[in-house]
């Protein structure tokens, strides 16, 4: 019997192949076999040089064994499935990690894994040469959360430094020396998540190192879990009683349940823009999640499905930034915004008050003369915010020349900082371009590095 005829018919006694059926050799790009060559001898060739299914599997024995450090990839900046809304969202986003590159003295960058114990009591990064207990930092030893490139890390490393975005960087201040541990995120939405997360808990020292995993709802309102209870800010405290009396207007039999169709009409009146069907498909994730088989609505399920869908994480942030992380601006607040970030000089504390009872939609926030996160998104998407000067609408030249007897205000290319075709971009070129007076910008919109 041939070594060719020992293969029988081709099968083990459990039914798999026993050996892997062999190709000939074809010619390069001919697809016919080589002259010369007997099928017989290349086929029997080709049967003892295959390797069994099973000899693709890597030994065990040539991998690291222990010591080899730990991989981690990152595949988003930010969490698709649920927008930040509240100081919760941040922490439980910390608590999931991402990456952050870590900037040392001596121009060197390292990207490591960052997390936030599940305890809210220190900071983890990976991988690192130091030990597990070095490669960590306490909360209560943060003394300050600083934005930007502020640092002296920042400020003395050169041509680094100009390559790293500037809204992306944050620096944490900690230790009785006041050292630096200075990092730079994916993106400054990623950015703003930390410096808002760790700032909240500099404000809230009674959080941490709570017993528990995970972080419980804020302020009553719709949480994921339970574990470490974040104390609800003043803003976030008005925001659900407001939705929670919206709730109750359309609840008409008062048991706390509205049918499906009642809660995205009311969620879409509240929030002018949104379509109908992004709204319903939440309503209907909420469900699916929870196993229900009623397509009634609940009002913690109608809170948590507004607080996802109309809050806008950049309002969000700004917010915070100016309210101290109360969540909430007085009328001090927003003057000193119009004043700094408006430019409007002649703001007066009578004005933000009238400002503040046109927009802000909580009865609670008009009494006690604080606007919330809507009543602020509600202004800046008005039209006294608009870009150009209400004085301006009105024209007072001849239009009907053609256009090249007008002088236009153009910037062209200002968001490149260094050559005109490959320098690097920068959103502060635009913003220059606009304090200045420019009036025509030309956007250049890419979809990635290649």
Same mark, same amino acid.
């Given at each position: ?30 697809? %016919? ?36 450090r ?25 608590q ?18 960052y997390t ?35 640092t ?37 939405? %990623? ?13 809230h ?114 917010l ?11 009328p ?62 009105g ?25 005109? %075709? ?25 979809d990635?590095?290649?």
């Amino acid at each position: 019997m041939s070594e060719r005829d020992g293969c029988g018919d081709g099968l083990s006694s459990d039914g798999a192949p026993d050996c892997i059926p062999p190709r000939a050799p074809r010619g390069r790009r001919s697809g %016919v076999i080589l002259p010369g060559q007997e099928t017989d001898s290349i086929l029997l060739e080709t049967v003892k040089a295959a390797p069994r299914r099973s000899s693709i599997i890597k030994d065990p024995s040539a991998q690291k064994v222990g010591g080899g450090r730990k991989k981690t990839v990152s595949f988003s900046s930010m969490p698709s499935e649920k927008k930040v809304s509240s100081a919760a969202d941040c922490l439980a986003f910390m608590q999931g990690g991402c990456e952050l590159k870590k900037i040392r003295p001596n121009s060197r960058v390292y990207c490591r894994f960052y997390t936030l114990d599940t305890d809210l009591s220190c900071l983890h990064w990976e991988p690192s040469k130091k030990d597990a207990d070095r490669a960590r930092l306490d909360v209560f030893s943060i003394r300050e959360v600083r934005t930007g490139k502020s640092t002296e890390t920042f400020l003395h490393n050169g041509p680094l430094s100009d390559h790293l975005a500037e809204e992306a960087a944050f620096s944490i201040i900690h230790g009785d020396d006041y050292q630096s541990l200075d990092l730079v995120a994916l993106s400054a939405d %990623v950015a703003n998540i930390w410096v808002t997360g760790l700032r909240y808990l500099l404000a809230h020292p009674s959080i941490i190192g709570g017993a528990g995993g995970g972080v419980g709802g804020v302020g009553g309102g719709p949480g994921d879990g339970g574990g470490v209870t974040v104390e609800g800010s003043l803003g976030n405290k008005m925001r659900m009683e407001w939705l929670a009396a919206e709730f109750s207007q359309v609840d008409e039999d008062g048991y706390g349940i509205v049918s499906e169709d009642v809660a995205v009409t009311t969620v879409c009146k509240l929030c002018p823009g949104i379509k109908e069907a992004k709204v319903r498909l939440r309503f209907k994730e909420i469900q699916s999640c929870k196993e229900k088989l009623t397509s009634h609505v609940t009002r913690e399920e109608f809170q948590e499905a507004f607080c996802e869908l109309c809050t806008r994480p950049d309002v969000y942030f700004l917010l915070v930034q100016l309210s101290q992380d109360r969540e909430c601006l007085d009328p001090q607040d927003l003057r000193l915004f119009l004043e700094t970030e408006q430019g409007l000089s002649l703001a007066t504390t009578e004005g933000c008050w009238e400002l503040l009872k046109r927009y802000e939609p909580s009865a609670q926030g008009r009494e006690r003369g604080l606007m919330g996160l809507d009543g602020f998104a509600r202004y800046l998407q008005s039209s006294e915010c608009q870009l150009l000067d209400p004085e301006h609408l009105g024209v007072c030249q001849d239009m009907n020349l053609p256009l090249s007897h007008y002088y236009i205000s153009t910037s062209y290319r200002s968001y490149l900082l260094d050559d005109q %075709v490959h320098g690097k971009a920068d959103l502060g070129g635009l913003i220059r371009a606009l304090q200045t007076g420019c009036r025509c910008l030309e956007l250049g919109v890419t979809d990635g590095p290649e």
